[in-house]
Nanobody, 123 residues
Framework: QVHLVESGGGLVQAGGSLRLSCAASGNIFNINDMGWYRQTPGKQRELVATVSKSGNTNYLDSVKGRVTVSRDSAKNTVYLQMNNLKPEDTAVYYC?????????????????WGQGALVTVSS
């Protein structure tokens, strides 16, 4: 089994900063893309930022210039540094990773989600 555990959510004033972390654990052979998504009540989950194994990044247009995604492959961890936060950034943030795991000698890839971290930005 593999798991993703998030940390770092909380309440912050508009203009403030937060850093989310998401650590993978378990039977990990390798990890491909890692990323962050967010969801608010009544809306679909949307991609915030992703980072590939080679370090290529992709961002939601509305967070470009304010958010940085990074990963520490040695720690199987992905980070989301969020600066100049706005009330519209309020959401539950989920990390996701494509994790390769060995089972009975076979490598298979699983799409794994974290439990979610609430970020609340007050105006």
């Amino acid at each position: 089994q593999v798991h993703l555990v998030e940390s770092g959510g909380g309440l912050v004033q508009a203009g403030g900063s937060l850093r989310l972390s998401c650590a993978a654990s378990g039977n990990i052979f390798n990890i491909n893309d890692m990323g962050w998504y967010r969801q608010t009540p009544g809306k679909q989950r949307e991609l915030v930022a992703t980072v590939s194994k080679s370090g290529n990044t992709n961002y939601l247009d509305s967070v470009k210039g304010r958010v940085t995604v990074s990963r520490d492959s040695a720690k199987n961890t992905v980070y989301l540094q969020m600066n100049n936060l706005k009330p519209e950034d309020t959401a539950v943030y989920y990390c996701k990773a494509e994790i390769g795991t060995l089972s009975s000698g076979r490598l298979r890839y699983l799409e794994v989600w974290g439990q979610g971290a609430l970020v609340t930005v007050s105006s």
